[in-house]
């Protein structure tokens, strides 16, 4: 039996998602310590949360990040927020997919099923955790965590998923209208600017773990990664 979490401050709501969730034959454990989201997150090990943004104390984008960093469970969004950047920022925080209130159950239900199905089931596929690696530089996607020379700097979702493409693409460029593919399945948000960035925060992040020049722009095409580390950079 899966079990679903559900952190959600409205009681009518969290017991409304509760009752409909329970009658497909899932766990429910429904969140009201909203201090204390990562500690019952540990304590019960849910196989999908359900995640509010408007909650006291942190906000729905606080608690997905600190999630990621300890589990690649699928975290479904349900806000009232129905503004395109609210919907960005879930998917940039370690969100797998977000629904707006009002919200018909049986979405939330079919949503439910497909991350599981994705996660854990038919789509799933081998469940060992991935390793990119290119020389002493190495990315966990599933932790969205970049490591190099004993040093580790934690991504957003979509600096992953760039870096992750780059470092597929090696020595080739990777273009730009995959990485848009890349950072969204849903092209409403996508825009060039977005791309630019993203990408200007991977370059940032490379430079934090002391990797300089390594993202070539190459005009009209998209980008490539290069291995400047181990070389000369002064």
């Known amino acids: 039996m899966n079990k679903i979490m559900i952190i959600e401050d409205d009681p009518k709501i969290a017991a409304y998602l509760s009752s409909y969730i329970s009658k497909y034959n899932y766990q429910v454990i429904v969140i009201d310590a909203f201090d204390q989201i990562i500690d019952h997150f540990q304590a019960h090990e849910p196989d999908l949360v359900l995640l509010d943004i408007?909650?006291?104390?942190?906000?729905?984008?606080?608690?997905?990040r600190q999630i990621r960093n300890i589990s690649i469970c699928p975290v479904i969004f349900i806000s009232a927020r129905t503004g395109e950047m609210d919907q960005v920022m879930a998917i940039e925080n370690g969100g797998d997919d977000y629904i707006t209130k009002p919200f018909s159950p049986e979405i939330v239900i079919a949503k439910i099923r497909s991350q599981l199905r994705r996660a854990y089931g038919e789509y799933a596929g081998n469940q060992q955790e991935r390793i990119l690696g290119l020389k002493d530089l190495k990315l966990y996607p599933e932790r969205q965590e970049l490591h190099f020379?004993?040093?580790?700097?934690?991504?957003?979702?979509?600096?992953?998923n760039i870096l992750e493409l780059l470092i597929e693409r090696h020595p080739r460029v990777a273009g730009r209208e995959d990485l848009l593919e890349k950072l969204w399945d849903d092209q409403t948000f996508v825009d060039e600017n977005t791309l630019n960035v993203?990408?200007?925060?991977?370059?940032?992040?490379?430079?934090?773990?002391?990797?300089?020049?390594?993202?070539?722009?190459?005009?009209?095409?998209?980008?490539?990664?290069?291995v400047t580390w181990g070389?000369?950079?002064s």
Not at 149 to 160: A, F, Q
């Open 231 to 233: 070389v000369d950079q």
């Open 198 to 226: 993203n990408m200007t925060r991977v370059r940032k992040k490379l430079q934090d773990l002391g990797i300089k020049g390594a993202v070539e722009t190459v005009r009209g095409s998209g980008y490539r990664l290069n």
């Open 54 to 64: 408007n909650l006291p104390y942190y906000d729905g984008f606080y608690w997905c």
């Open 149 to 160: 020379n004993g040093r580790l700097i934690d991504l957003t979702k979509n600096e992953s």
